[in-house]
């Protein structure tokens, strides 16, 4: 199936000839479905019929394919996932339409991620069956980030399962959903405990780097004395509560009993208005303190360090003083840290008045680099690892420009198969030029030292 782009006033269109001269009735009713754009997991399209051919034209403003977004960084097993939980959203929705799934495109170029609502578009063509799972499979493994083992380990598992003839891709979407789920409600379980218990552990170890003479049973003392004092204090906070009640109570019968002036009046509005915040608030943290339970109470290293330790402090300054003084200033320590990286090595001048000759083929093989030519400060972009996505989003980029006229994924630099540098337009709001010339979106345009590309606003010079 054979993609253009094009760009009309403000809107990006792809646009998909269509195969089918006319179109039946199940046609009509699908076309119609998507045109009104009933469906939000589906890429709307508008239908226009130019010289008797169909053409569905797609709005895929603010909206990249997730080929060009996962092009510089792969995909995680939690964006495949999401991408899984977004495509079951997908095909649960066309059941309710009473449409088939058999007309959803499944590959890298037709599956869009929409930036402005931060989930994933799918293209519906109405004419003929467009799913092929194991070329799809394919094209994610490309994608997905190869250093993380859950992702790949995730993709072989959908390439083995998808060969299988009983093979549902729904079904398996809703067990990897499942299964995530689980991972993730078992790991929520266990992060308290775990917490806990690591706390624990680092009092522990804290006492023991400090040589004092805390034990087991010196802890669970000062745990119990923890607990007691807390109780206390919630039984102080319970009388205070009584008795901003019995003096609500005293306040209301002068209130009903006696002629107040209009100064009495007022003052005793106020001390009504204090005796029930001061009641309520005192009567809550006396029921909090009272019924805390007592094996979450965890005395702070601070407190135990002044009740038992008090006087002893640990000797920073002692312990840095045994740091190897060629990696850390002593004396300005307090202000700032000197680091020397691990592989720094010193660099020597040579005393030779001899003049080496520089190899020009090593100057030629470095390739092309763009400097701006109309920023207040000069900055440039090296093209010597490709592909090279250029675009002001950081996580999806190779290359960050901060600035209002790039796009999230404006443009990408690769090489081709004569080994020459070209840039191509990711259907940018801005376009990219070359010499003056803007380019068509998705096409590739080689580039040589000497032109002049303008990013958005900002103007390069090939050298």
């Known amino acids: 199936m054979d993609y253009r782009y094009c760009r009309e006033l403000k809107h990006n269109y792809l646009i998909v000839k269509s195969d089918e001269k006319e179109s039946g009735n199940k046609q009509n009713y699908q076309m119609k479905i998507m045109e009104k754009s009933r469906i939000d997991s589906f890429i709307p399209f508008d239908k226009r019929v130019i010289n008797g051919e169909t053409f569905l034209y797609y709005r895929i403003n603010s909206m990249q394919s997730i080929k060009d ?18 495509l079951k959203q997908a095909l649960e929705s066309l059941e309710e339409y009473l449409l088939g799934i058999e007309n959803v495109i ?8 929409d930036f402005t609502k931060e989930n994933y578009r799918f293209m519906y063509y109405p004419f003929g069956k ?11 493994f490309e994608l997905v980030d190869h250093e993380d083992e859950d992702a790949v380990e995730l993709i072989y598992d959908l390439s083995e399962k998808s060969q299988m003839e009983s ?34 552990s680092e009092e522990k170890d804290f006492f023991s780097e400090q040589n004092t003479d805390f034990d087991e049973e010196q802890y ?16 102080v906070q319970l009388i205070f509560a009584v008795l901003f009640l019995l003096l609500m109570i005293a306040m209301m019968y002068i209130r009903m009993n006696y002629i107040l002036t209009r100064e009495e ?66 004396e300005g320590y307090k202000k700032s840290v000197s680091v020397k990286p691990a592989d720094a090595s010193e660099i020597k001048m040579s005393n030779s008045d001899e003049t080496v000759v520089l ?67 990711l259907n940018s709001t801005n376009g990219t030029f070359r010499n003056g010339l803007k380019l068509k979106p998705q096409e590739e345009n080689v580039i040589e030292e000497g032109d ?12």
Do not use: W
């Open 220 to 235: 669970e003392e000062k745990l119990e004395i923890r607990n007691k004092e807390t109780k206390k204090t919630g039984v």
């Open 130 to 140: 467009t799913v092929d799972i194991s070329k799809f499979v394919d094209e994610l």
């Open 106 to 113: 499944l590959d890298s170029k037709s599956i869009f991620m």
């Open 359 to 425: 190899d020009i083929d090593d100057e030629e093989d470095r390739g092309i680099t763009l400097y701006s030519s109309n920023t207040d400060k000069t900055f440039k972009i090296v093209l010597d690892k490709f592909p090279l996505t250029v675009g002001k989003l950081e996580e999806c980029v190779d290359k960050v420009i901060s600035d209002m006229s790039i796009s999230r994924i404006h443009c990408r630099f690769s090489e081709n198969s004569e080994g020459k540098i070209t840039i191509t337009d």
């Open 167 to 200: 093979f549902l891709l729904l079904d398996y979407i809703e067990q990897v959903i499942s299964e995530s789920q689980k991972e993730e409600s078992v790991y929520q379980s266990m992060s308290e405990d775990y917490r806990y218990s690591q706390s624990l």
């Open 452 to 463: 002049e590309i303008r990013i958005g606003r900002i103007c390069f010079d090939c050298r």
């Open 69 to 86: 977004r996962f092009s510089a960084r792969g995909m995680s097993k939690d964006q495949l996932i999401k991408l899984f939980s977004s």
């Open 265 to 330: 009046n007022s003052l005793s509005m106020i001390v009504l208005a204090v005796s029930v915040i001061s009641g309520l608030v005192a009567f809550v943290s006396g029921i909090k303190d009272f019924l805390s339970k007592d094996d979450k109470k965890i005395v702070s290293k601070k407190t135990v360090i002044d009740d038992e330790t008090e006087g002893i402090k640990y000797d920073y300054y002692n312990e840095i003083q045994d740091t190897d003084s060629e990696y850390i200033n002593i």
